[in-house]
T-cell receptor
């Protein structure tokens, strides 16, 4: 059973489009996250979220927004895609605000 | 924000060799994790180790929180150990948002 899953695995789209990446966890965790890995493999936190609070990394453009329909899902919406948004996006979850984080397999986004 | 530095940035080993990877961080932390990113891009949890020492097979890790560093030991390396090893920390009161180091890229040759 996959603990943290993401769809799609690959996403190719054009500049200006709006797209979403889905994340689901079946671990019963309370807190979920989105991270971005750039072409140099550097990983950076974008959002930290549970049903009570959203924490946004101040460097994330407001074109990016997390949406959580329920505790097991945290989707990432991106508006007006730009070339610089091309990266691998990882979803993660942890039992609560602290504790070990578990990562999904990643979604490779390519903006042309 | 907190700074996380990993060394060495690149490492080439012959199969069977041992190695030590280091992670230095600039502030007090609640959480420290080591990950292995394999050649397929998956991030695999190795250790959750905000302090102390843990062992898992050929791998072990030690974190000395008071001195702000952690070490990952790989013994009897295998080609499947190749990939990038990341250290990630959560600064105190940072909402469990991990800050990653730049990684150590390891290649194990047969």
């Amino acid at each position: 059973d996959t603990a943290v899953s993401q769809t799609p695995k690959y996403l190719v789209t054009q500049m200006g489009n709006d797209k979403s990446i889905k994340c689901e966890q079946n671990l019963g965790h309370d807190t979920m996250y989105w991270y971005k890995q750039d072409s140099k493999k550097f990983l950076k936190i974008m959002f930290s979220y549970n049903n009570k609070e959203l924490i946004i990394n101040e460097t994330v453009p407001n074109r990016f927004s997390p949406k959580s329909p329920d505790k097991a899902h945290l989707n990432l919406h991106i508006n007006s895609l730009e070339l610089g948004d091309s990266a691998v996006y990882f979803c993660a979850s942890s039992p609560h605000w602290n504790g070990e984080q578990y990562f999904g397999p990643g979604t490779r986004l390519t903006v042309t | 924000g907190i700074q996380v530095e990993q060394s060495p940035p690149d490492l080439i080993l012959q199969e069977g060799a041992n190695s030590t990877l280091r992670c230095n961080f600039s502030d007090s932390v609640n959480n420290l994790q080591w990950f292995h990113q394999n050649p397929w891009g998956q991030l695999i949890n190795l250790f959750y180790i905000p302090s102390g020492t843990k062992q898992n097979g050929r791998l072990s890790a030690t974190t000395v929180a008071t001195e702000r560093y952690s070490l990952l030991y790989i013994s009897s390396s295998q080609t499947t150990d190749s990939g990038v090893y990341f250290c990630a920390v959560e600064r105190v009161n940072a909402g469990n948002m991990l800050t990653f180091g730049g990684g150590t890229r390891l290649m194990v040759k047969p």
